[in-house]
């Protein structure tokens, strides 16, 4: 059934019941001496390129080739358009390798025709902190699909991994591989339902008028909680120590250091917004909540071209009630323009998604770890990480 999958050492489908397996990685390293040096054969007409997101005209070539060709919903009704200053800030966090940046094209027209990237990360499962890969924007072109390129593609990554002595990865997916570590659920939070319902994100509910609808998901203008304010650069080591603390209680989250919250939490622009909060009697950042910015293209409407989609990231509560922090999230997002506010049921989020009225989508996205078993699948909320 999965002719690629099953020579992978991931956790197959006839392990599931199996907890006599053990929790750790699949298969040891081999000496770096054993690595291939020289890249996967592709067939002949395509040629390996490696992307410099650094250039402007490669990261052009990488955004155009995503934003008509990568993931959509199951109706082909939306696709995901990351901008391009977004896939910069994805793919060049701290201790970044280009060579891990891969892109195919045709030989004679150069074209750009299929892209897969890896970023370094340490993910901690349970007690162990483990040097992975975050494997992301897997992507061939919509004429060359079914041609088996996909399984070349990771084949190549997982050995420029290997060249840097990393045999772990983690990554996510719409579609069932062997074998999911744990599987979420999408969660949506319509911010302006008009335009949800006129581009088919969202239907009028029974016995539901656009009135009645829209005085539903109204929302103040302005946030309640006192201290709440932007995350600044001084805010770093802080939100570093919060945020350290808080992902402790997960089974599988990344080990953050201060440089990886500076570049995966400061605000950005059209990227990613944090916010926290600073009491006001004593200055302690007491809580925090962030967001990315990852538009949909929708395919075929005459009126609507893009949607604007927010995606909770990572949120921590200590003192704020988590769901009166995330609804004053939902109020700048909506101040932001954003039309909707997407989260999995990861983490604690399920305690405030129904209480915040957001409704379960039609999309499942399913966690990977590869070379890595856990004794069990994971319920989603054991889960403290977040993939772009
Ligand atoms: S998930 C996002 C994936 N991208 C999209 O969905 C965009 C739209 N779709 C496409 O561009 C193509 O359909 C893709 C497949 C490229 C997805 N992850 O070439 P094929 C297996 C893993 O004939 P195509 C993301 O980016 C499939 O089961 N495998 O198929 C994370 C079959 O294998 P098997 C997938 O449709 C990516 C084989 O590929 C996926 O032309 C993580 C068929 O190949 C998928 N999403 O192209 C990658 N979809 O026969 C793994 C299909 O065995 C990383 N397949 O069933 C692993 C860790 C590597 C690093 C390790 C370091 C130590
Ligand atoms: O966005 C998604 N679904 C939407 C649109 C569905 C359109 C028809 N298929 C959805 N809308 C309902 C919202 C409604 C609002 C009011 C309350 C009730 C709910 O359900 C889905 C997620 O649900 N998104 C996708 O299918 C996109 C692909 C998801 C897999 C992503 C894989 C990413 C890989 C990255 O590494």
Known sequence: RHKFWETQPVRQFKDLGDSSLPEGPIEPPTPLSEVKQEPYNLPSQYEWTTCDMDSEEMCNEVYVLLTNNYVEDDENMFRFNYSKEFLRWALRPPGFYRSWHIGVRVKTSKKLVAFITGVPARIRVRDNVVMMAEINFLCVHKKLRSKRLAPVMIKEVTRRVHMENI??????AGVVLPTPVSTCQYWHRSLNPKKLIDVG???????MTMSRTIKLYKLPDQTVTPGFRKMEPHDVPAVTRLLRNYLKQFVVAPD???NDVEHWLLPKEGVIDSYL???PQTHEITDFCSFYTLPSSILGNQNHTTLKA???YYNVSTKTPLIQLMNDALIVAKQKDFDVFNALDVMQNDSFLKELKFGPGDGKLHYYLYNYRTKHVLRSSELGLVLL
């Open 277 to 279: 909060v600073e009491s």
């Open 310 to 312: 927010a995606y909770s």
């Open 167 to 172: 045999w772990q990865a983690a990554y996510t």
């Open 201 to 207: 994100f969202s239907r009028l509910g029974a016995r």
């Open 256 to 258: 953050f250091d201060e």
